[in-house]
C-alpha cells in the first residue's frame, strides 16, 4: 500500500504540475517577485505548492479508499488532522505568494496552523535523548508552535536555488520513513510516502533549469508535514520523542535559519528581512555551478540525515562514537564554510568577543594590581618613597605615567611621554587633598583609546587617589630607619600575572 502511495503521488505531481505551469503562465500569476530577483530574467511561476498539495492529497485520499487499508480511529484523525492544518498553512503561503503578506501576518497564520495540529493531537511532551528522558510538562504548547514555526520557516528560506528544498525535503522524508517504519509508526510512514511521491514527480520540472518553482505555498507545506512527521515519526513510546533525530533530519535547514538569524542581527538588519547570504548563496558566490552546490546540499543534508538514523537505532557504543564523531566534523565544516563563505559577520563577531575577553581580564588583572599597590603605599615612609612606588609601578598598572604633584606642577608633561603613544595619551589629575587652591593632585597618564581603557584607569585612579589621601591625612611618617643592607625599602608590586615593574 505505502508503494501504491508512492506512486500515486508520484504521478499525480508529474500530471499535475505542467497544468498548473500552463494554467499560471496563460493568466499571467506568476506570484510576486523575490528581493533580488533579477528583473531582466524570464518569468518562473512560483505557484507549486499547489501541484505539490494536491498531488500529497490525492495520494492520501486514495489510500483511505483502498479495501485493504486496516486503520484506527487515531490513524484516520493523525491524516485528517495533519491534513487539515497543512492546507491551513499552504493557503496563507499562496496567498503570501499572490499579495506578499506581511512577516507578522505570516508569522500568524503559521502559528495559527501549529495551533490546529496541537488541538487534534501533534503535542511534544517528552524528550529523550539517549537513556534521559524529560517530560516538558506545561512548555507542551510552546515547544510545538516553536518546533513547528521554526521548520517552517527555515523550509522557506532554503528555498532559494532550482530544486533545493525540494531535494532537501525529499531527504528529510525519506530518513524519517525509515526511522517511523521501523519503530513502526506506519501512520506517518504512509504520509511520508505520499509526500515524498509529490515532491520526487515535482522536482521534475522544479530542478535546474526550474519551470515553476515550490513558493512561499510549496515551502510553508513542505515545512509544516516534515516538522510534523519528523517528530511524530521519531516517538519511541507513548509520548517520547527521540530528539536528536529530527534535529539531526532537518539539521541543513535550521542551521541556515540560523545563521540567518544571527547575521541580520550582527549587521543590524531585520530579523525577518531578505538578503542574498544564504549557505546557497554563498556557494554561488565562491565559484559552484548550480547544480553542483544544489548536489553538495544534498549531500551535507543526506550525510546529517543517516547520522540522525544511527543515533536511534546503533548500539550504545556506536551512537556515542557517532555522536562524538558528527559533532566534530560539523564545527570544523561550520568553521571551514564561515571563513570560505565570506561570513564575515561571524569572523568579525568572534574577533571582537574573543579580545574582549582578554581586554576584560586584563582590567580586572590591573584592577586587582591597584588595589595591592594601595596596600604598600599605605606603607609608605616618605613622599620620595610613595613617588617610588608609583612611579616603579606605572607599567604594571597599565599606566604610561604615574606621580603626585601640584596641580600647577609641569611635571609630567605630554612630551614626557613616549612618542609613539604621546599624541593619543589621556591624562587624568585627581586631587589627594583639599583646601588648597592649588591642590595636591594624582596625576596619571594612560593609553586609553576606548571606553573600557579609560573605564579601567577611571577605576585604577579612584583606588590609587583613595590610598594617597589617606596617607597624606595620616599621621606624619616616622623617620626611616637605616637598614643594614643598605638598600632602600620595597616599593615594586607584583603583578597579578607574576610579572612586576623594574626597581
Known sequence: MILSVFAIAAVAALLV????????????????????????APRVPRLGGIAVCLATTAALGAAVLMPDRAAGASENAFLAGTLLAGWLIFAAGLLDDLYDLSPVTKLLAQCLAALVAYGVGFRIEQVSFGGISVQVG??????????????????????????????IGLVALGSTFVVAWMLGNTEVALVCAALGGALLGFLRYNFRPARIFLGD????????????????????????????????????PLLDTLLSILRRWLRGKPVFGADERHLHHRLLAVGLTHVRAVVLLYVLAAGMAVLGVVLAFGPARMVTVSAL?????????????????????????????????????????????????AQVLARAESMVHLQAILHDNAGALGLLYATVCRESSPE???????????????KLDWPVDAGSADPCVLRLWADAPDDLGMLTADRTARILATAVREWMAGPPPAPPRPRPDGHRPPHVVPSPSGASAAA
Do not use: C
Open 17 to 40: 504540475t505542467p497544468a498548473v505551469v500552463r494554467v499560471v503562465t496563460a493568466h499571467g500569476v506568476y506570484g510576486h517577485v523575490r528581493p533580488g530577483a533579477d528583473p531582466a
Open 138 to 167: 506545561v512548555l507542551s504548547l510552546l515547544l510545538t508552535v516553536l518546533w513547528i514555526v521554526g521548520v517552517v520557516n527555515a523550509f522557506n528560506l532554503i528555498d532559494g536555488l532550482d530544486g533545493l528544498a525540494t531535494g
Open 217 to 252: 505555498s510549496g515551502s510553508q507545506f513542505v515545512g509544516f508535514m516534515v516538522a510534523v512527521l519528523s517528530v511524530h515519526g521519531s516517538t519511541k513510546s507513548a509520548t517520547a520523542v527521540l530528539a536528536a533525530v529530527p534535529l539531526l533530519i532537518l539539521a541543513l
Open 325 to 373: 564523531a558528527g559533532a566534530g566534523v560539523s564545527v570544523a565544516l561550520l568553521l571551514f564554510a564561515i571563513k570560505r563563505l565570506g561570513y564575515h559577520e561571524f569572523v568579525e563577531a568572534g574577533s571582537v568577543v574573543t579580545s574582549g575577553m582578554r581586554r576584560v581580564r586584563q582590567s580586572i588583572r590591573d584592577q586587582i594590581h591597584a588595589r595591592d599597590v
Open 412 to 426: 609630567g608633561r605630554r612630551a614626557e611621554l613616549p612618542a609613539d603613544v604621546a599624541a593619543r595619551a589621556w
